[in-house]
């Protein structure tokens, strides 16, 4: 590898022999190794001198012979060796980029001439190459897509995989593309040898009959995408291409919308592919007749606002749930591991206090005091009485938590070293508790200790629900009671069972936590009704009814569910109570809505009521 100067830094120059495609015939290497020597020399000549300028040099192949007055194809001279050489003309200043195009390609072709009189340079200034794409006549691209680098900037790779791949998006979906663009650091002058290659597609579904619009979309991009890796491995170009599909329609209602990537790619895009529809666009933008309308303008000056909006909201759902779940998960799993139920969120701090601090003396007050904290911020929120955390809260959240968490792992060992070979009963039955929670979650009722290892392996390994890994340690737990029940367990075998145990217990109780979270989500019923939200939570026979979510005081119903499917018996009911319920309460799989629960609706919330769907 040869390095070359450029503005001060170094940039490596490939050699002939590490260009080389990996099919290339031993023929056509054996030619070219023939003349290294003088390609070296020549580029090291260019290279010296306009170092500034030159964006890549590549060995290209012969033209395609010109014709005589009689249309016979002149032979072309097997000798001649016909190098291209691509010129940064964006920073010309001083002369014109026509001036600068021949004064270079004159002193190019006489450097060549020293060097060997077949070499035949071409300089191509790269404004002259985006104007050969503006105009239709992508002749060029072609040439560079079948040409071999001796040198590159990232501008000649970026053009051969776009190339390559437009070629096979073409071959595939012709009837469907609109447009090829080449767009990003590239074509705004800011590109370096590891920039990204960024192209976007604009699929025509105007004239879609069989699937809908987003099916289309969604079908074409995912091949489309995968046709971008195939050219990467094609051309050997590491260079990640990012690939950006858009339909017609969409990309239509962007620009009347004035969003700035879209305007962006109008303006700075080079269309390596075009069906008369992205130039017009290029064009009108240019001439200031594609402008935004006063909604897309009044949307953009609240955009900011909506943003904060959105942070704070981020915010506050992280100190509600992450941090929530992240310091009650492990210390239910530490209650469960000493030999007692999980208690409800509220009722934690309470037990750990009872049981580790007072009764054990294994904890020191002041975590019951930062698990209170966690939890008080959460219902602050839930409650309305904390509208807004700032980031200083959430940092002091994060060390708070990292301490929490660190101290519950020393506290899992000091449990371990409590109960000792005891422990190993007591582990068994409650990962044999947990098992049968789990395989209650999908649907497995009952089920005795013989088939426990079976069912967890049909219904929750061999499904993919939970990595294979904790099936070998279910097993090793099922053999270290039984050697237990017969005495055959040393101080070492009690040590290791009691890890696995504590792992696996955690483990799949935050597996359950996150399964009764998602189940949660498909027992709710989202509705409007005026300006307000409202929920309906259906638990199976009972059901609760939170009548506006935005509201400080949140005012919740209950009620019991009719074989119907009707809400009865309404009374008031509170945050508390809900939330016991949920603790307590087995959330079924599939909740059912009924043609009777609708008019209930309307009883409940008004007639203006309206049903939301993947809110």
């Known amino acids: 590898m040869s390095k070359k100067k450029v503005n001060d830094s170094y940039i490596n120059a490939p050699s002939i022999d590490s260009a080389f495609p990996a099919d290339m015939p031993e023929e056509a290497k054996k030619k070219l190794n023939e003349i290294k020597g003088k390609l070296d020399k020549f580029q090291k000549k260019v ?34 060796i016909f190098i291209l050489v691509l010129v940064d003309d964006s920073d010309s200043k001083k002369m014109s980029k026509e001036e600068l195009k021949e004064k270079l390609g004159t002193i190019i072709n006489s450097m060549a001439q020293e060097v060997d009189k077949n070499i035949s340079p071409e300089t191509v200034i790269l ?32 053009i ?47 004239d879609v009959k069989k699937m809908t619009r987003a099916e289309l979309k969604d079908k074409l991009r995912a091949i489309i995408i995968g046709m971008g890796i195939d050219a990467g491995k094609m051309t050997g170009i590491e260079n990640k291409i990012n690939i950006q599909v858009y339909i017609l329609t969409d990309f239509w209602e962007n620009i009347k919308e004035a969003n700035p990537v879209i305007f962006t790619f109008l303006r700075d895009g080079v269309p390596f592919y075009d069906r008369g529809i992205f130039m017009p666009w290029k064009q009108l933008l240019q001439m200031g007749r594609v402008k935004p309308s006063p909604e897309a303008i009044d949307m953009f000056m609240h955009s900011g606002e909506q943003i904060l909006e959105r942070v704070n909201f981020k915010l506050v759902e992280i100190a509600t749930e992450d941090f929530f779940w992240a310091t009650l998960t492990p210390t239910q799993a530490a209650i469960m591991l000493y030999g007692l139920p999980p208690p409800t969120p509220k009722e934690t701090p309470e037990v750990m206090s009872d049981i580790f601090v007072s009764k054990e003396k294994m904890l020191e007050q002041e975590y019951v005091e930062i698990l209170r904290k966690v939890l008080k911020t959460r219902k602050d929120i839930e409650h309305g009485d904390k509208k807004i955390v700032s980031g200083k809260e959430i940092d002091s959240l994060i060390e708070d938590s990292k301490k929490y968490l660190k101290r519950m792992n020393d506290l899992f060992k000091q449990i371990e070293e409590l109960k000792e070979a005891e422990s190993v009963k007591h582990n068994y039955e409650t990962v044999v508790t947990v098992v049968r929670d789990i395989l209650k979650l999908e649907g497995i009722e009952k089920i005795s200790d013989t088939d426990i290892l079976k069912s967890f392996e049909q219904e929750v390994i061999h499904k993919g629900l939970i990595p294979e890994k904790y099936l070998g340690m279910l097993k090793d737990i099922v053999k270290t009671k039984k050697d237990y029940d017969i005495n055959k367990l040393s101080k070492t075998e009690v040590h290791e069972s009691n890890k696995d145990a504590r792992e696996f217990i955690k483990f799949l109780v935050e597996y359950i936590q996150r399964k009764r979270g998602r189940e949660l989500d498909r027992v709710k019923i989202r509705v409007k009704h005026g300006n307000k939200f409202g929920e309906v939570i259906i638990l199976d026979k009972k059901a609760f009814i939170v009548h506006d979510i935005d509201n400080e005081e949140k005012e919740i119903s209950k009620a019991d569910v009719s074989p119907e499917g009707r809400l009865i018996n309404i009374n008031e009911s509170s945050l508390e109570e809900l939330e016991h319920a949920l603790a307590r309460i087995d959330i079924p799989q599939k909740t059912f809505i009924k043609e009777t629960l609708f008019e209930n609706l309307k009883s409940i919330f008004g007639k203006d009521v309206e049903i939301l769907i993947n809110y």
């Open 160 to 206: 051969k995989i776009a190339e390559v791949h437009k070629t096979m998006v073409l071959k595939k979906f012709e009837k469907y593309i609109v447009s090829y663009v080449l767009v990003g650091s590239l074509v705004q002058g800011r590109a370096t040898n590891k920039s990204d290659i960024d192209v976007f597609i604009t699929i025509d579904d105007t």
């Open 47 to 80: 290279m010296d001198k306009f170092s500034d300028y030159i964006l890549g040099m590549a060995l290209m192949p012969p033209p395609k012979p010109e014709k005589d007055e009689e249309g016979n194809e002149k032979p072309v001279d097997k000798n001649k």
């Open 127 to 158: 404004t002259e190459l985006w104007q050969s794409c503006y105009d239709g006549k992508y002749d060029i691209l072609e040439v560079i897509a079948l040409s071999l680098p001796l040198f590159d900037k990232g501008m000649l790779a970026a």
